[in-house]
């Protein structure tokens, strides 16, 4: 089960790889 944190920078990790 992911954290808070970590499923936040999961989801700003694929943004940045859907802009990119």
Same mark, same amino acid.
């Given at each position: /089960? +992911?954290?808070? %944190? %970590? *499923? /936040?920078? +999961?989801? %700003?990790?694929?943004? *940045?790889?859907?802009?990119?």
């Amino acid at each position: /089960m +992911f954290n808070q %944190t %970590t *499923k /936040m920078v +999961f989801i %700003t990790f694929s943004h *940045k790889i859907e802009h990119d």
